[in-house]
């Protein structure tokens, strides 16, 4: 899949941008600050209904509109989609699908798919199990947009039941959502590990091609004991986990079992990645995770677009042979560079000037400066 037409309304700094892109790669060229990863945060919502930098949605308005729009004409295998989004600061936002109206917005995942690789990767390796989490979760939602919706109920349970402890509610009051964390969050589980059994392979192979002196394994770390790619086994084993935690989870307000305490524990030769891994180990991690997820995709039969934000800058000779393959191979490219030096000299594609807000088509890097 590719876009051939992408349109931002009110948008970050974007007050009126229309893009018209291509197949194969398209190079953005400006410094910092000037809109470029604006553009890549705009393809990321349609992908995740997230922006990828902030937790809510106000900050992608134009401050005095009260509504950003992001519109994507898609070309599919078998079809031309067009993906329209209203987001709204303050109320709910609004998505139509070849300009009708749809009940809720999660009903375009899975139109637009987009994998992203920037320096800020590197939390991944070495930041807090919440971004572990993120990016299994979004490699779920990836492979079967339905997980979207199984997430945001459980997350919605969570949150719920956490309402209630907090209030010290009776065990009768937090029965329904138990059931209901229970049920999402075995499910959840399950598909966590029926994807690592598949991508995990495929991330070993990977790591040893960049970096063959350790080998490198995931570990599913979860907080029930023992659990399974079997969703009602799971939904047990939480439940009887939260008669263990009750007392503990009154006491602190908190749901303490189910997925959203879980993490994927990247392992090195006999140590965690987290805490020893140099940094260019580090970066080899973290390559490799993206790789695998692009290859893990391509097996299952799609083609999502490849989003590389300002990383070549931070990678070796070696490490980016690796990602100019694969920008190569991609349907669809996307490729942010500060400098024109940043870009490797393998890389052509159609190149575009960001600059205060604005982004013209150039012919040659030369007429950046």
Do not use: C
Request: zero cysteines; glycine letters at 6%.
């Amino acid at each position: 899949m590719f876009i051939s037409n992408l349109s931002l309304t009110t948008f970050r700094s974007y007050k009126n941008l229309e893009l018209e892109l291509n197949p194969g790669i398209s190079i953005f060229i400006g410094r910092n600050g000037e809109g470029k990863t604006n553009i890549i945060e705009s393809v990321l919502y349609l992908s995740f209904l997230s922006s990828h930098r902030v937790s809510s949605d106000q900050p992608l308005v134009q401050l005095g509109s009260p509504s950003a729009y992001v519109r994507a004409k898609t070309q599919l295998p078998d079809r031309e989609v067009l993906v329209e989004l209203e987001i709204n600061s303050e109320k709910a936002n609004r998505a139509r699908i070849n300009q009708n109206p749809v009940r809720s917005q999660k009903e375009i995942f899975g139109i637009v798919q987009a994998i992203y690789f920037s320096p800020e990767d590197l939390d991944l390796v070495r930041g807090d199990p919440s971004e572990r989490r993120k990016f299994i979760d979004q490699l779920l939602i990836l492979r079967s947009p339905r997980m979207a919706g199984v997430i945001s109920d459980y997350e919605r349970a969570v949150r719920q039941r956490n309402s209630l402890l907090k209030s010290r509610a009776g065990t009768e009051s937090l029965v329904a959502w138990d059931e209901q964390v229970a049920n999402f969050g075995g499910e959840i589980i399950a598909a966590r590990l029926q994807a690592l059994s598949e991508f995990e392979p495929i991330f070993q192979e990977i790591y040893k091609d960049i970096s063959s002196e350790k080998p490198a394994f995931i570990t599913y770390k979860s907080s029930i004991e023992e659990p399974t790619q079997n969703p009602s086994e799971n939904s047990a084993k939480i439940l009887e986990r939260m008669k263990v935690t009750r007392a503990s989870e009154i006491e602190r307000g908190l749901t303490l079992t189910g997925p959203h305490r879980d993490d994927l524990l990247l392992n090195l030769g006999d140590h965690l990645v987290k805490g020893y891994a140099s940094h260019g180990e580090s970066w080899s991690i973290a390559l490799s995770l993206k790789l695998a997820t692009y290859q893990l995709l391509e097996k299952d039969g799609l083609k999502p677009i490849l989003i590389l934000d300002d990383v070549f800058s931070e990678l070796d000779e070696e490490r980016r042979i690796h990602l100019i393959k694969l920008a190569k191979s991609a349907q669809q490219t996307f490729i942010t560079v500060a400098v024109e030096n940043d870009l490797p000299k393998e890389l052509s594609g159609n190149r575009f000037l960001v600059k205060s807000g604005q982004v013209s088509k150039i012919s040659k890097l030369t007429e950046v400066n």
